[in-house]
């Protein structure tokens, strides 16, 4: 590959390895997001996998929403149903904000399940 390819993002590639490596999760995590066709690689002639940088994109946002738990028929919808670019951020930035507030609700739920713990033990220690 010329070196004028990386100027372009899109048009730099990346193995599998190196994807895995750039975004911090397992070669089995990327070849099942494939499998299960979230990602989208060119083969070589010898099957090796080959990423863009506009690849490499989107397997950093999976990753990141799977870390997030966003499941991946939630991620699917992010990826398979926003014609664009621009929409694909919204239904992103869209899917963030509902996971942001679930978190929220979940940690208040944590605080009160905390605040209802720490009743009984001090009852003890009074003792």
């Known amino acids: 590959m010329s070196h004028s390819n990386w100027a372009n993002p899109s048009l730099a590639v990346v193995g599998i390895a190196r994807l895995a490596e750039m975004t911090g999760t397992s070669l089995r995590a990327l070849r099942y997001y494939e499998e299960i066709g979230l990602l989208r690689p060119f083969r070589t002639a ?3 996998r080959l990423f863009t940088g506009h690849q490499c994109e989107m397997a950093a ?9 966003v499941s991946v028929v939630e991620i699917r919808a992010v990826i398979d ?3 664009s670019d ?8 869209q899917t963030l904000e ?8 979940r940690l208040r739920e944590v605080q009160v399940a905390l605040a209802g ?3 009984p033990h001090e009852k003890l220690s009074a003792a």
Not at 98 to 105: I, M, Q, T
């Open 46 to 48: 010898n099957r090796a």
């Open 98 to 105: 509902r996971k942001a507030a679930e978190l929220s609700e």
């Open 117 to 119: 713990t720490s009743a």
């Open 81 to 83: 149903q926003a014609p």
């Open 61 to 69: 946002m999976i990753v990141l929403l799977r870390r997030l738990d």
């Open 86 to 93: 621009t929409d694909r951020a919204v239904r992103l930035r």
